[in-house]
């Protein structure tokens, strides 16, 4: 049993990039002791996201379903999947489930205009504000791609995805920010003079009050370290910025996993800002 929270809200079904059924990640989040789980898939929409290199590569994985060409497309994906979770909702009337996404942002006035609409169709319980890609010389690259090229042009998509993240914490769209040193997943953006970037990105975080997940899945990577790291967790601490612990599951038996490590070591860090459910939920629209 998790200890640290009563509710688990970063997770993933097969519908999208997971290996679980809704209906048995609500069982898995029930077991593991849980009052509320969130599902939240992917919603990522961008005009040539079907030409990145990692889109070959989720065609091959079975979850090409997780990207979109246009807002109606996602729309069409995320409407039945809602649906489902509250039909799930009357069959589960112990434990509560919200329907949520996990969302790249796009800085760009078009983009929020087509997801504040997608927004007002879908009505989502609350979005996880994320940065997987960023745009660079006209195309749409991910980490895997900034691991791909010289020093210096990656160096540039480094700032970009920095950058990326304050204008996340800018825009009020989000309940909560996801992994901010995604980067380090391929040993990008971990030297000593990230550092000041990566202070003036948690600044403008806590001046926008959005809260950040400590995200387990980082242990992954074997560094004994989540999403972000201790030096930028102690960053969080000073600001006194809001955080919850999320285990990213995508699959039923991740559920939970190493959310209580995860909770230690932030405080370990100095984190003590850990707001109840209710406040997650209420901070989109609401601290600007």
Known sequence: MVLCQDFTLHTHTNEFDGKNTAADMIAA?????????GISNHFIVHP??????????????????????????????FQPHYEELMKLQDKNPDIRILRGMEVDFFPTSQWQDGFAHACDVLRPDYLIGSAHFVEYGGTVCNVHDMAAVDAKTCDEMLKI????????????LFNWLAHLDLPKKKKLG???QWDTT?????ATI?????PVEINTSGYKLGTGQPYPDDKIMKMIAEHNVPVLI?????????????????????????????PC????????????
């Open 246 to 274: 999320s285990d990213d599951a995508h699959h039923v038996n991740q559920i939970g996993m190493n959310m209580d490590w995860a909770y230690m070591q932030a405080q370990d860090c100095g984190i003590k800002n850990f």
């Open 206 to 210: 806590a001046r926008t009050k959005t």
């Open 198 to 202: 990566k202070a003036d990105v948690v």
């Open 277 to 288: 459910l209710q406040k997650i939920l209420d901070f989109r629209g609401k601290r600007l």
């Open 29 to 37: 989040a029930r077991d593991a002791g849980f009052k509320t789980i």
């Open 190 to 192: 971990t030297g000593k």
């Open 48 to 77: 040539t996201i079907n030409r990145t290199k990692l889109y070959g590569a989720a065609v091959a994985g079975g979850y090409q379903s997780m990207y979109s060409t246009s807002f109606s497309e996602a729309m069409a994906k």
């Open 161 to 172: 995805y920095w950058q990326n993240f304050k204008n996340l914490a800018e825009s009020g």
